[in-house]
């Protein structure tokens, strides 16, 4: 499976972004679809997955800013950034679970500027 995260950039605070990224390849069962991002120097955290059920799961910090949604059948998982702040700074990178197989996109990068 190969996950192509696109949608980065720069962005001044208080400005929106959206992300995007497509599962493709053999895929089995892509239960469950996210976002993680790492800051420079931090260790990398949630930001917010979605499953097949359409459940999801926020990070404290971007709950009311962000919203997560999915495209099921197209294996496509999509970020609304709102409301950002510098501290929304990091690579974004796209997470997919495949039965119990869990893959990485590259990333990608957002900068909020003050």
């Known amino acids: 499976v190969q996950l192509q995260a696109s949608g980065g950039g720069l962005v001044q605070a208080g400005g929106s972004l959206q992300l995007s990224c497509s599962a493709s390849?053999?895929?089995?069962?892509?239960?469950?679809m996210g976002w993680y991002r790492q800051a420079q120097g931090n260790q990398r955290e949630l930001v917010a997955t979605?499953?097949?059920?359409?459940?999801?799961n926020y990070a404290d910090s971007v709950k009311g800013r962000f919203t997560v949604s999915r495209d099921v059948a197209k294996n496509t998982v999509y970020l609304q950034m709102n409301s950002l702040k510098p501290e929304d700074t990091g690579v974004y990178l796209c997470?997919?679970?495949?039965?119990?197989?869990?893959?990485w996109g590259l990333g990608t990068q957002v900068t909020v500027s003050s």
């Open positions: 390849g053999i895929i089995s069962n892509i239960y469950r």
């Open positions: 979605m499953t097949t059920d359409y459940t999801t």
């Open positions: 997470n997919a679970a495949d039965g119990p197989i869990i893959y």
